[in-house]
């Protein structure tokens, strides 16, 4: 059973950058692509971006582009969403998302909240 | 950018059947998917590839694509059916997009 666990809640400043975690487990990690997705309190999805782990390519919506570093790490079934000059708009649940011909599993997602 | 179209909203009676519709210029040449997200979860899978149905997601889930329009069917609408759902599609360039939701609320 494929499993995806992000790190914990965030408090950042307006300017500062954050950087979620998501760990995989009970699958081969570098076999499916991951996705990350935010979404705003009482809004809808909103796609930020993939990454390949086994590549390492990567593909960012557009209004994210230039804010947002999707890496991973292979050895420990791990990517990482960061993004950077944080506004108070970017206040949101993050998910990671499995890429199995559809997003079969989600992590839990991980509240940033950006506060001065 | 590319967008996909939902209605905000939807009612029905219990055991009625709902149709939520998702409208996007891409969409005959795309796949499209379907996740249910209820208060406080992540959201869960329940149509790929325009009709295919994960295992565990109940029969009266059901996916219909027609043109430009994708139609999520539930038949048989249950209480625990209530949720917000997303449509969901890519373009060619491998960007991602979500309808913008639908609350279905059952009577």
């Known amino acids: 059973q494929a499993q995806l666990v992000q790190s914990g809640a965030e408090v950042k400043k307006p300017g500062a950058s954050v950087k979620v975690s998501c760990k995989a487990s009970?699958?081969?990690?570098?076999?499916?692509?991951m996705h990350w997705v935010r979404q705003a309190p009482g809004q809808g999805l909103e796609w930020m971006g993939w990454?390949?782990?086994?590549?390492?390519?990567?593909n960012y919506a557009q209004k994210f582009q230039g804010r947002v570093t999707m890496t991973w790490d292979t050895s420990i079934s791990t990517a990482y969403m960061e993004l950077s000059r944080l506004r108070s708009d970017d206040r949101a649940l993050y998910y990671c998302?499995?890429?199995?011909?559809?997003?079969?599993?989600w992590g839990q997602g991980t509240l940033v909240t950006v506060s001065s | 950018s590319y967008e996909l179209t939902q209605p905000p909203s939807v009612s029905v009676s219990p055991g009625q059947t709902a149709r939520i519709t998702c409208s996007g210029d891409?969409?005959?040449?795309?796949?499209a998917y379907w996740y249910q997200q209820k208060p406080g979860q992540a959201p869960v899978l329940v149509i790929y590839?325009?009709?295919e149905r994960p295992s565990g997601i109940p029969e009266r889930f059901s996916g219909s694509s027609s043109g430009t329009t994708i139609t999520l069917t539930i038949s048989g609408v249950q209480a625990e059916d209530e949720a917000d759902y997303y449509c969901?599609?890519?373009?060619?360039?491998?960007?991602?997009?979500f309808g913008g939701g639908t609350k279905l609320t059952v009577l």
């Open positions: 998302a499995r890429d199995n011909w559809g997003w079969d599993y």
């Open positions: 009970g699958y081969t990690f570098t076999a499916h692509y």
């Open positions: 990454i390949n782990p086994d590549t390492g390519g990567t």
């Open positions: 891409a969409l005959p040449k795309q796949y």
């Open positions: 590839k325009d009709t």
């Open positions: 969901q599609s890519t373009d060619s360039s491998g960007t991602w997009v």
